[in-house]
């Protein structure tokens, strides 16, 4: 009997949380098909008026452009970091990347961002370094702009990005390199035809984590957009809480979850279907 | 004579713990109906109401109070909205917007304005059945005299080249749209007609760097040198930031400034009576002089002296100009987007 109801009792904190979240996803959902005007009546309004205001329409066109850009820096960045620390690094290299990136990880999202507003401010780090060496004149304007939104954004989604990567160049088969050498193919033809297709499965779940994150970041455009960066998350908040204007606020929380939902569905038939093209 | 068996006696004890159970849980619920619940701000204005009305209004009337902190009022209201007929706060402190939002959508209980014997204190306008008037808040502009390269006197000056880059304003209808409503009233138009506002506003838009969402922020980008100039912020945020320096000026700008009136109003299903009791308290001479006194507001008893500090940053003869916030209520939505779109971008 207890044996029996082992597996229910191991998995009921798990259960308990998911219909938590659930159940507020369902009262979020259900706010949005609130119509306007106190109406109790369920209505397409909300989504309605997303779809057709160009103002709204921008947050999410701008929000999914942000996201891409940074997902693609973070990418670029990442690489050469999670491919030295995995094939060039000594042991000792390794543990100390891995310890700058676990702090990375581990710092809490809000403190991070605020360290940036140090080092990117008017009298931050940056620019009194460049007015020390005579680079700029004036302080230049490094946040508070889309720049400073894409710094924060990387700065974010870096350590996700890296122990992606990292996690699939680890298990390369690193005779395959060997044998292309042999064969007498160059060091760059080695990575563009060997190494990076065996490394797509940890490219796509960087991506995936990298784009998501980005695409529902709330703290890096409040505190480094300067009310000029307008991220979809920003948008929930100004509708729901500034405005207390509810079902707009919970439809476009809606339409977040689905492009959430399209983008996972998206990147895993991408990596369902490399990994096909690959075993066979 | 009866003997109960063990099963008996049993179920016995376990009915008589329930009937105790549920006693002590009634007695809980009296008990919690003696304590007032406070949806307010926390900060300086959270120490302010402890020190100036909870405390003493405890002492005098034997009812505790709580403060259940609040970011904006407007935050409230969406909350208040989403748990509507599931609140337990009785007294909730805002602003005119959010109050009269809140009244047409019945989450009020009706103020006796009969019972508040400090009323006859108060100007008529801000006693009514929905909300009783508790400060004033004066606005104008702020500014870095080390940076700023002429003195700022009046709004106009917002629109000179000089200042390019220079000046942050709030982000989209923030303070219950009263910037919007003010440079509408400076162009011409007003509460109703905001669109010479925005046509200001667009001569204004090369000199806005940043766009701000609160009171704090605007302190922090004063004090860190992030902004020189901030267009609309309550005196309170130039005491705040006076305190890093005293290079930060605050201008009475020309020709007028306007004024918030923050509010008090009874939530419904609430404890009236003791509500009503704390509004009459924190509504008399003595607490509104105290409070306007650690904030630097004006009181809204018209028998209570005003501040100093307050007096010294806007002096007797400055003109204020009490905006129709019941009229901007039901349009901040829309100027939020228009402010958003043509404004922000």
New interface residues.
Partial sequence: MFARLMPYTLVAPALLLISTLLMGLSSVLGWSFQGGSGSEAASLIQYENLATNESYRHFFTYSLWLAAVSTFVALILGFPVAYYMEIKASPHQRRLIFAGLLAMFLSDYVLKMFGLILILGRSGLVNRLAMGLGLADSPLRLMYNEFGVLVGLVSGILPYMILSLNGVIARLDKRLQEAAALLGAPPWRIFLLVTLPLCIPGIIAGTMLSFLLSLNSFVTPMLLGGGRVDMIAVLIFDQAINLANLPLGSAAAGVLFLISGAVILLLSLLGDRYQKRFQR | MTTLSRRHTLKLAAASGLVGYLGQIGFSQAQAKKLLKIIAWGGTYGDAMRSSWLEPFAAASGIQSEIQLQS?S??T??SL??NKNRNDADLWFSAIA?TS?AK??GLLSPIPVGQLKNASQLPAAVVNDTYVGIWSLPYGIIYNAKTVPFEITKWEDLTDKRLK?MVSAP????YNGMFIALLALLAGGDEKNVDPGFELAKKMKPNF?????SDSEQIRLLT???ADVVAFAPVANYFAARKAGAHFRFVCAKPYIPVSISNVAILKDANVEAATRFIDFAISKEPQQKIAQLLGCLPINTQSDVAPALREAVPADTEFRFLQEGVMAGQ??GW??RW??EI??
Avoid: C
């Avoid at chain 2, 982000?171 to 923030?174: E, I, K, V």
């Avoid at chain 2, 760097?209 to 969402?213: D, G, K």
């Fill in positions: 904006s407007m935050e209201l969406a909205r989403a959010p939002l047409n959508d880059g982000y989209g209808a923030n760097s940043i766009f701000t969402t860190s040198g992030e901040l939505s939020n987007d958003q779109r922000q971008r």
